[in-house]
C-alpha cells in the first residue's frame, strides 16, 4: 500500500488524469484529436499544479495495448511521487498490471494519502461498456477506517450526468454502492468515464467526474459530440481536518 506522511496542517494536492485513450500507434487519432498530443499539452500545467499524488481513473488505453500502458506510465511517472491506477471499460486489467506493477504505481485498493483514505474500486469488466460493481468488488469499502476522511475513485458514473449519449452505459445497479458508503467516512465520489465535467451530490456525498485529456463532449446531445472545453483533467486538495476542495485543471493559458 502506498502512502504519504501525515501533515499537521497543509492540504495534500491530487491529480485525476482520466479517459487519455491512447493506442498503440502514437499517431492514432480518438475522436479526430491525437489523444497523445492532447495529453503532452497538460504537462505544464501538471507541474505547476505540483501534485503529490495521481489517480489514473479509467480509459488509459483506447485498445488495452502493452504500448499505451508504456507511454502514459513514462508520462506521468515524474509528475507526482505517487500514481495509482484503476481501469476504464476500454482497459484490459491484467496488461495494466504488468505494466504498471513494473514501474510501481498502485492499484490500492485503498490507499493512504497524508490524512485522507482512497478508495480505487474497479467498475470494468471484459467487452461491456457499462459498469458493475459486485459484492467482491465492494468489500475494498469495508477497509475504511472509521476516523479518517475518504475519497472513493470508480470509472463509470454512480449516477445519472444528464448526458444521453453517455449516460446509456453506467454503473449498472448502483444501490448496493451507495448503501455501503452509509456508514463510511466517504466525502466525495471521483469519476471518469463521461467525457465532461460533473459536479452533483448523494445522499450527503460530492460527486465529481474528471474530464477527458482526450477528448471531451456536449452534455445534452442523444450521441458524442465534441464539445469546447480542451484537453483537462481534475484536481482536489484534502485538508487533515476533512476539507477539500475540488477544479478543473485545463491546458497552461486556459
Same mark, same amino acid.
Given at each position: ?26 499517431q ?20 505547476e ?12 488505453s ?13 508520462f ?49 469488466? =471484459? ?9 467482491? &468488488? #465492494?468489500? %475494498?469499502?469495508?477497509?475504511? !477506517?472509521? @476516523? ?77 459530440? =465534441?464539445?469546447?472545453l ?6 482536489? &486538495? #484534502?485538508? %487533515?481536518?476533512?476539507?477539500? !476542495?475540488? @477544479? ?7
Amino acid at each position: 500500500m502506498t502512502s504519504l506522511p501525515a501533515t499537521a496542517k497543509q492540504p495534500v494536492t491530487l491529480l485525476q488524469l482520466s479517459d487519455s485513450h491512447l493506442s498503440a500507434d502514437p499517431q492514432a487519432l480518438y475522436r479526430g484529436q491525437s489523444a497523445d498530443a492532447n495529453l503532452a499539452s497538460l504537462r505544464p500545467a501538471i507541474r505547476e499544479l505540483a501534485p503529490e499524488a495521481i489517480v489514473l481513473s479509467g480509459d488509459v488505453s483506447e485498445d488495452a495495448s502493452p504500448e499505451s500502458y508504456w507511454r502514459m506510465g513514462g508520462f506521468v511517472r515524474d509528475l507526482a511521487p505517487v500514481i495509482a491506477w484503476l481501469p476504464g471499460n476500454h482497459d484490459e486489467r491484467a496488461t495494466m498490471a504488468d505494466v504498471f506493477d513494473e514501474l510501481g504505481f498502485d492499484a490500492g485498493p485503498i490507499l493512504t494519502l497524508g490524512d485522507w483514505q482512497l478508495a480505487l474500486l474497479d467498475s470494468a469488466w =471484459p467487452n461491456r461498456p457499462e459498469g458493475e460493481l459486485d459484492e467482491e &468488488r #465492494l468489500a %475494498p469499502l469495508d477497509e475504511l !477506517e472509521p @476516523g479518517m476522511p475518504a475519497m472513493v475513485f470508480v470509472h463509470h458514473q454512480p449516477l445519472p450526468v444528464g448526458a444521453p449519449w453517455i449516460d446509456k452505459y453506467p454503473l449498472i445497479e448502483p444501490e448496493p454502492f451507495w448503501k455501503r458508503l452509509a456508514d463510511k467516512p466517504v466525502r466525495a465520489v471521483a469519476f471518469g468515464h463521461v467525457h465532461q465535467v460533473y459536479e452533483g451530490e448523494k445522499n450527503g456525498i460530492a460527486c465529481l467526474s474528471a474530464p477527458s485529456s482526450a477528448a471531451n463532449g456536449e452534455r445534452d446531445a442523444p450521441k458524442f459530440t =465534441p464539445s469546447d472545453l480542451g484537453p483537462s483533467a481534475r484536481w482536489f &486538495r #484534502l485538508w %487533515p481536518d476533512g476539507r477539500w !476542495e475540488s @477544479g478543473i485543471l485545463e491546458t497552461s493559458g486556459n
